[in-house]
Nanobody, 124 residues
Framework: QVQLMESGGGTVQTGGSLRLSCAAS???????????MAWFRQAPGKEREAVASIHTRSGRAEYADSVKGRFTISYDNAKNTLYLQMNSLKPEDAAMYSCAADGIDLRGSSYSHWGPGTQVTVSS
Protein backbone atom coordinates (compact mmCIF):
# COMPACT_ATOMS: atom_id res chain seq x y z
CA GLN A 1 0.00 0.00 0.00
CA VAL A 2 1.37 3.38 -1.05
CA GLN A 3 2.16 5.71 1.81
CA LEU A 4 2.72 9.44 1.58
CA MET A 5 3.71 11.40 4.65
CA GLU A 6 4.11 15.16 4.73
CA SER A 7 6.23 17.16 7.13
CA GLY A 8 7.62 20.65 7.51
CA GLY A 9 4.48 22.62 8.19
CA GLY A 10 4.32 25.21 10.92
CA THR A 11 3.77 28.86 11.67
CA VAL A 12 5.71 31.54 9.87
CA GLN A 13 5.42 35.30 9.59
CA THR A 14 4.33 37.01 6.41
CA GLY A 15 7.26 37.10 4.04
CA GLY A 16 8.88 34.07 5.60
CA SER A 17 9.76 30.68 4.13
CA LEU A 18 8.97 27.04 4.77
CA ARG A 19 9.97 23.82 3.06
CA LEU A 20 7.48 21.00 3.01
CA SER A 21 8.51 17.40 2.47
CA CYS A 22 6.52 14.37 1.41
CA ALA A 23 8.12 10.98 1.84
CA ALA A 24 6.76 8.29 -0.46
CA SER A 25 7.00 4.64 0.39
CA UNK A 26 5.79 1.42 -1.22
CA UNK A 27 5.30 3.40 -4.41
CA UNK A 28 6.02 1.74 -7.73
CA UNK A 29 6.04 3.76 -10.90
CA UNK A 30 4.61 1.69 -13.70
CA UNK A 31 2.50 4.07 -15.76
CA UNK A 32 2.63 7.57 -17.20
CA UNK A 33 0.49 8.99 -14.44
CA UNK A 34 2.51 7.35 -11.70
CA UNK A 35 5.40 9.73 -12.42
CA UNK A 36 3.33 12.74 -11.41
CA MET A 37 3.33 14.07 -7.89
CA ALA A 38 1.76 17.26 -6.68
CA TRP A 39 0.95 19.54 -3.79
CA PHE A 40 -2.54 20.70 -3.02
CA ARG A 41 -3.89 22.89 -0.25
CA GLN A 42 -7.18 23.53 1.42
CA ALA A 43 -8.09 26.35 3.76
CA PRO A 44 -11.10 26.17 6.08
CA GLY A 45 -14.31 26.84 4.20
CA LYS A 46 -12.59 26.78 0.84
CA GLU A 47 -12.25 24.22 -1.92
CA ARG A 48 -9.06 22.26 -2.41
CA GLU A 49 -6.62 24.16 -4.59
CA ALA A 50 -3.81 22.82 -6.72
CA VAL A 51 -0.46 24.36 -5.87
CA ALA A 52 2.21 22.65 -7.96
CA SER A 53 2.88 19.41 -9.77
CA ILE A 54 5.98 17.72 -11.10
CA HIS A 55 6.74 14.88 -13.46
CA THR A 56 9.33 13.07 -11.40
CA ARG A 57 11.18 11.64 -14.41
CA SER A 58 11.45 14.74 -16.59
CA GLY A 59 11.34 17.33 -13.82
CA ARG A 60 8.67 19.31 -15.65
CA ALA A 61 6.75 21.39 -13.16
CA GLU A 62 3.52 23.33 -13.21
CA TYR A 63 2.35 25.95 -10.76
CA ALA A 64 -0.84 27.66 -9.84
CA ASP A 65 -0.77 31.33 -10.79
CA SER A 66 -1.12 32.28 -7.15
CA VAL A 67 2.26 30.76 -6.23
CA LYS A 68 4.35 31.26 -9.38
CA GLY A 69 7.66 32.88 -8.61
CA ARG A 70 7.34 32.14 -4.88
CA PHE A 71 7.04 28.34 -4.59
CA THR A 72 9.30 25.66 -6.06
CA ILE A 73 8.43 21.98 -6.31
CA SER A 74 11.15 19.37 -6.57
CA TYR A 75 11.69 15.65 -6.20
CA ASP A 76 14.65 13.69 -4.90
CA ASN A 77 14.66 10.30 -6.58
CA ALA A 78 17.25 8.85 -4.24
CA LYS A 79 15.15 9.71 -1.20
CA ASN A 80 11.73 9.20 -2.82
CA THR A 81 10.78 12.55 -1.36
CA LEU A 82 8.78 15.41 -2.81
CA TYR A 83 9.49 18.96 -1.67
CA LEU A 84 7.77 22.31 -1.79
CA GLN A 85 9.92 25.32 -1.07
CA MET A 86 7.66 28.21 -0.16
CA ASN A 87 9.08 31.72 -0.07
CA SER A 88 7.51 35.14 0.45
CA LEU A 89 4.59 33.55 2.23
CA LYS A 90 1.35 35.48 2.48
CA PRO A 91 -1.57 35.07 4.88
CA GLU A 92 -3.62 33.65 2.02
CA ASP A 93 -1.14 30.79 1.72
CA ALA A 94 -2.26 29.43 5.08
CA ALA A 95 -3.90 26.03 4.61
CA MET A 96 -3.54 22.31 5.06
CA TYR A 97 -1.03 21.18 2.45
CA SER A 98 -1.25 17.65 1.11
CA CYS A 99 0.90 15.78 -1.34
CA ALA A 100 -0.53 13.46 -3.94
CA ALA A 101 0.83 10.85 -6.33
CA ASP A 102 -0.29 9.07 -9.48
CA GLY A 103 -2.30 11.62 -11.33
CA ILE A 104 -2.00 14.22 -14.06
CA ASP A 105 -0.57 17.73 -13.66
CA LEU A 106 -2.71 19.92 -11.40
CA ARG A 107 -5.92 17.94 -11.75
CA GLY A 108 -6.70 17.02 -8.19
CA SER A 109 -9.43 14.57 -9.00
CA SER A 110 -7.00 12.50 -11.06
CA TYR A 111 -4.69 11.61 -8.18
CA SER A 112 -4.93 8.17 -6.61
CA HIS A 113 -2.80 8.53 -3.50
CA TRP A 114 -2.86 11.26 -0.86
CA GLY A 115 -0.99 12.07 2.31
CA PRO A 116 -2.75 13.22 5.50
CA GLY A 117 -1.45 16.77 5.18
CA THR A 118 0.64 19.27 7.11
CA GLN A 119 -0.66 22.58 8.39
CA VAL A 120 0.84 25.88 7.30
CA THR A 121 -0.07 29.03 9.22
CA VAL A 122 1.07 32.48 8.14
CA SER A 123 0.83 35.25 10.68
CA SER A 124 0.55 38.87 9.62
Amino acid sequence: QVQLMESGGGTVQTGGSLRLSCAASRYTRSSYSSYFMAWFRQAPGKEREAVASIHTRSGRAEYADSVKGRFTISYDNAKNTLYLQMNSLKPEDAAMYSCAADGIDLRGSSYSHWGPGTQVTVSS
